[in-house]
T-cell receptor, first 114, second 111 residues
Framework: NAGVTQTPKFQVLKTGQSMTLQCAQD?????MYWYRQDPGMGLRLIYY???????DKGEVPNGYNVSRLNKREFSLRLESAAPSQTSVYFC?????????????FGQGTRLTVV | DAKTTQPPSMDCAEGRAANLPCNHS???????VYWYRQIHSQGPQYIIH???NNETNEMASLIITEDRKSSTLILPHATLRDTAVYYC????????????FGAGTTVTVRA
C-alpha cells in the first residue's frame, strides 16, 4: 500500500518552461489536493478535487492548472514556469464523505525555477 | 474556518512530555480540532483530531477545554524523532476537506 505517490521528486525548470506534476493515490479516496510550501511557511492550497470529475480553486491557483484524470490520479500543470513558483509541492488525498478523517500526503516535489 | 494561534517555537527535553498549546477562540460548534506534524520538509502527517472530548491514540493525547476555545496536544514521552513543525487546524467535517495550514509550532526535542 503506497499511499500517495508524487513524481518527480525533484525538478529544475527554466523560466517559461512547462511541466506536469503527477500524483496518484491507492486508497480509493474521493478527494485530492495540491498544496505548495514556500521556505519557512505553512502549506497553501492551490487546487482541490472534491470528487472525480470536479476541480476547484484553492487559495493560490494563479499560474496553475489541474486535471483529475480518474479517481486515483490528480495532476498539476505549470504552463509557463516563473521563479515565484519555486516551492515544494505536496499532493494529498482524503475521504471526507466518511466524516472527520485524516488527509494523507505525498513526500513532495521540490521544484526550482531559474 | 476558525483561525488558530500557536507559539512559533518550543523546546522539550527527551523523555519528557511535550505540551503544545493552540488557541481557537472563534471555533464553531461543528468544527473539529486537528493536529498534523511535518518532519524536516516531509509531507505532513496526521496525529489526532477531536470535537469536544479528550482523545488519545498511540501518538498523542488531545485535551480540549470545555469552552472549546483552546486545546493542548500532549506528546507523552518526547523523542528526538518528534522534532518537527506541529500544526493545529480547525475544520468542519464536510465534503470540502480543505486544510488551512498556518505557520505551526516548531518543536525541538533535545537530548
Amino acid at each position: 500500500n503506497a499511499g500517495v505517490t508524487q513524481t518527480p521528486k525533484f525538478q529544475v525548470l527554466k523560466t517559461g518552461q512547462s511541466m506536469t506534476l503527477q500524483c496518484a493515490q491507492d486508497m480509493n479516496h474521493n478527494s485530492m489536493y495540491w498544496y505548495r510550501q514556500d521556505p519557512g511557511m505553512g502549506l497553501r492550497l492551490i487546487y482541490y478535487s472534491a470528487s472525480e470529475g470536479t476541480t476547484d480553486k484553492g487559495e493560490v491557483p494563479n499560474g496553475y492548472n489541474v486535471s483529475r484524470l480518474n479517481k486515483r490520479e490528480f495532476s498539476l500543470r505549470l504552463e509557463s514556469a516563473a521563479p515565484s513558483q519555486t516551492s515544494v509541492y505536496f499532493c494529498a488525498s482524503s475521504d471526507p464523505g466518511q466524516g472527520p478523517t485524516e488527509a494523507f500526503f505525498g513526500q513532495g516535489t521540490r521544484l526550482t525555477v531559474v | 474556518d476558525a483561525k488558530t494561534t500557536q507559539p512559533p517555537s518550543m523546546d522539550c527535553a527527551e523523555g519528557r512530555a511535550a505540551n503544545l498549546p493552540c488557541n481557537h477562540s472563534t471555533i464553531s460548534g461543528n468544527e473539529y480540532v486537528y493536529w498534523y506534524r511535518q518532519i524536516h520538509s516531509q509531507g505532513p502527517q496526521y496525529i489526532i483530531h477531536g470535537l469536544k472530548n479528550n482523545e488519545t491514540n498511540e501518538m498523542a493525547s488531545l485535551i480540549i477545554t470545555e469552552d472549546r476555545k483552546s486545546s493542548t496536544l500532549i506528546l507523552p514521552h518526547a523523542t528526538l524523532r518528534d522534532t518537527a513543525v506541529y500544526y493545529c487546524i480547525v475544520r468542519a467535517s464536510s465534503n470540502d476537506y480543505k486544510l488551512s495550514f498556518g505557520a505551526g509550532t516548531t518543536v525541538t526535542v533535545r537530548a
